[in-house]
């Protein structure tokens, strides 16, 4: 069965400071994988996926992942982070052709200290 | 724009009372999802559907059913609420074809049970 960890249930930076979002995903066939970001009282909003071709993926308001499938990981990455990145993060995997079902992790909430 | 509209931002039932979670996509997906979060758990698969009058039990269906009369509407139902379902609910939608695809979430109902 699929499933996914997000290791860290709170993360906190400084404004400016890399961001690192760690997401280790369990699939017994390629999986297509997804972060998706959630601000206080509103639904989930892709950030970015890799479904196949290159695995460093970017995404929208700088973030970035890389897909290695040797470590079955996933993390997202922002060089520099911004008091507006302050959300909840979400990882996820979805295999192959199952309709497109997603499988979520913990969730990481990011807090960016000025 | 993408558009999944979830009628009902926040509710406050009573213990044995019948609630009905309506949702309403406008682009035409076949795809369409229930899911619940709640804290340190992430989002869980209530039911889904892949058409018109299907469905499918997720990962936590107990409790529930769903409908889906038309294309653009999925329904929720608690057929008896309980405290226990006190939580916020995710509708979602996303094309066919497969598990690359994006699925787009609404902004969220928040269900209180007392």
């Known amino acids: 069965a699929q499933s996914v960890t997000q290791l860290g249930s709170h993360v906190s930076v400084s404004e400016g400071a890399l961001v690192l979002l760690r997401c280790n995903y369990s699939?017994?066939?390629?999986?297509?994988l997804f972060w998706y970001v959630q601000y206080p009282n509103q639904g989930l909003q892709l950030l970015l996926k890799?479904?196949?071709?290159?695995?460093l993926v970017k995404g929208i308001n700088g973030f970035e992942a890389e897909f290695k499938k040797s470590e079955t990981s996933f993390h997202l990455t922002k060089p520099s982070a911004h008091m507006s990145d302050a959300a909840e993060y979400f990882c996820a995997v979805s295999e192959g052709d199952q309709g497109g079902k997603l499988i979520f992790g913990q969730g990481t909430e990011l807090s960016v200290k000025p | 724009d993408v558009k999944v509209t979830q009628s009902s931002r926040y509710l406050v039932k009573r213990t044995g009372e019948k609630v009905f979670l309506e949702c309403v996509q406008d682009?035409?997906?076949?795809?369409m999802f229930w899911y619940r979060q709640d804290p340190g758990l992430g989002l869980r698969l209530i039911y889904f559907?892949?058409?018109?009058?299907?469905?499918e039990k997720g990962d936590i269906p107990e409790g529930y059913s769903v409908s889906r009369e038309k294309k653009e509407r999925f329904s929720l139902i608690l057929e008896s609420a309980s405290t226990n379902q006190t939580s916020m609910y995710l509708c979602?939608?996303?094309?066919?074809?497969?598990?690359?695809?994006?699925?787009?979430f609404g902004e969220g109902s928040w269900l209180t049970v007392v």
């Open positions: 890799y479904t196949t071709g290159a695995t």
């Open positions: 559907s892949y058409d018109v009058k299907m469905k």
């Open positions: 979602a939608s996303s094309p066919a074809g497969g598990g690359r695809n994006t699925i787009y």
């Open positions: 699939s017994s066939v390629p999986p297509y």
């Open positions: 682009m035409d997906h076949e795809n």
